[in-house]
T-cell receptor, first 112, second 113 residues
Framework: GAGVSQSPRYKVAKRGQDVALRCDPI?????LFWYQQALGQGPEFLTY????????KSGLPSDRFFAERPEGSVSTLKIQRTQQEDSAVYLC??????????FGPGTRLLVL | GQNIDQPTEMTATEGAIVQINCTYQ??????LFWYQQHAGEAPTFLSY????GLEEKGRFSSFLSRSKGYSYLLLKELQMKDSASYLC??????????????FGKGTKLSVIP
């Protein structure tokens, strides 16, 4: 079946621009996670949804980062007033409840 | 907090066996995962251990010792396509109604002819 998909795959933004990154999880997966992965590092947790409820946003680095999943399926990660340090790959993962997480291909964000 | 250590880089020969170690310190441990990540691609799930011992899956095996905070991933009959980063990740209860995955920095494995 179809895996996790993310769009866009690549995004170049000027410093100060707002960006929106989309994640389509595997159908039927109630849990959805966002991670940030810097070059040469492992993914770092940003936030977690169970259906439409955002149960954990402890990893969001600042109030410029906002995530939503209004209908319990597609999720959007929004970054306002992007900074150069936001440049990274943003990974989305989904799972059935608390089981194994399956990752999407990521969105590579470059802030100039 | 969580702390996960794994070697930064390893090199091994095609056809050989390689063991990638991972040590961790965590509270609320609820399982250890290994993922493979090729450059520019998504991490893909390899194995999961929640109890002590060895889990075998084809050419890949993973071992866990909870008392020692230690795991390893064993890759047998190495192939060139196994060149990738291998990520050790610990799942723990975050206290916010969710289990978080905390990743190590990854071990970049290079398989040479």
């Amino acid at each position: 079946g179809a895996g996790v998909s993310q769009s866009p795959r690549y995004k170049v933004a000027k410093r100060g621009q707002d960006v929106a990154l989309r994640c389509d999880p595997i159908s039927g997966h109630v849990s959805l996670f966002w991670y940030q992965q810097a070059l040469g590092q492992g993914p770092e947790f940003l936030t977690y949804f169970q259906n439409e409820a955002q149960l954990d946003k402890s990893g969001l680095p600042s109030d410029r980062f906002f995530a939503e999943r209004p209908e319990g399926s597609v999720s959007t990660l929004k970054i306002q007033r992007t900074q150069q340090e936001d440049s990274a790959v943003y990974l989305c993962a989904s799972s059935r409840s608390q089981e194994t997480q399956y990752f999407g291909p990521g969105t590579r964000l470059l802030v100039l | 907090g969580q702390n996960i250590d794994q070697p930064t880089e390893m090199t091994a020969t095609e056809g050989a066996i390689v063991q990638i170690n991972c040590t961790y310190q965590t509270s609320g441990f609820n399982g250890l995962f290994w993922y493979q990540q090729h450059a520019g691609e998504a991490p893909t799930f390899l194995s999961y251990n929640v109890l002590d011992g060895l889990e075998e899956k084809g050419r890949f095996s993973s071992f866990l010792s909870r008392s020692k905070g230690y795991s390893y991933l064993l890759l047998k009959e190495l192939q060139m396509k196994d060149s990738a980063s291998y990520l050790c990740a610990v799942r723990s209860y975050s206290g916010a109604g969710s289990y978080q995955l905390t990743f190590g920095k990854g071990t970049k494995l290079s398989v040479i002819p």
